[in-house]
């Protein structure tokens, strides 16, 4: 079992749509969460730490569920360029920081 | 204030060759990352710096990398000799202290043929 698993997608949603993703951890140990962003042939952008009680920047919501061991990721009416691929992270002891494959994201006009 | 630098940005050689990127964190940032990430995968960590001493090299393989912070600043990753399969982008990240975020320079795309 990876260590950090993600959906790889690709989810193809039209404009305006609520699309969320989920990732595993194996790791009960694990400290911090974090969600990025990665546009093609670019390097990844943290978009948004994720805490216990739960965040929300604008139309991103990101949720941690300890006892299942997820962290979920919620876009509210999808813009075109929310189009990337959505890298979530965990971080160890020691601050050592596994990333997921990542989840595709197409968001079409 | 500037961000993390990386070169060269691309990279083409022949396997069994030699080859080493550079990198230059954010001024101050005591920790430092190297991570490989091939095409389809996520990032995946090398070797982890905090100033000049090596926190977490569990999965750099050291038969063929090396990597080195001196001073604690900047950073040289190397690979001699290349294989294809070490074809991927060389990315170098960089925190200022535990529990933030770590800011990514632009990455070295090597082609290994």
């Known amino acids: 079992r990876k260590e950090v698993e993600q959906d790889p997608g690709p989810f193809n949603v039209p404009e305006g749509a609520t699309v969320a993703f989920n990732c595993t951890y194996s790791?009960?140990?694990?400290?911090?969460f974090f969600w990025y962003r990665q546009d093609c042939r670019k390097e990844p952008k943290l978009l948004m730490s994720?805490?216990?009680s739960g965040n929300e920047d604008g139309r991103f919501t990101a949720q941690l569920n300890r006892a299942s061991q997820y962290i979920s990721l919620l876009i509210r009416d999808s813009k075109l360029s929310d189009s990337a691929t959505y890298l979530c992270?965990?971080?160890?002891?020691?601050?050592?920081?596994?990333f997921g494959a990542g989840t595709r994201l197409f968001v079409k006009a | 204030e500037a961000g993390v630098a990386q070169s060269p940005r691309y990279k083409i050689i022949e396997k069994r060759q030699s080859v080493a990127f550079w990198c230059n964190p954010i001024?101050?940032?005591?920790?430092l990352y190297w991570y490989q990430q091939i095409l389809g995968q996520g990032p995946k960590l090398l070797i982890q710096?905090?100033?000049?001493?090596?926190?977490?090299d569990s999965q750099l393989p050291k038969d063929r990398f090396s990597a080195e912070r001196l001073k604690g600043v900047d950073s040289t990753l190397k690979i001699q000799p290349a294989k294809l399969e070490d074809s991927a982008v060389y990315l170098c990240?960089?925190?200022?202290?535990?529990?933030?975020?770590?800011?990514f320079g632009p990455g070295t795309r090597l082609l290994v043929l």
């Open positions: 994720v805490y216990s």
């Open positions: 710096f905090q100033n000049n001493g090596v926190v977490d």
């Open positions: 001024s101050g940032h005591a920790t």
């Open positions: 992270a965990v971080e160890t002891g020691g601050f050592k920081t596994i």
């Open positions: 990240a960089s925190r200022p202290r535990a529990l933030e975020t770590q800011y």
């Open positions: 790791n009960s140990a694990s400290q911090s």
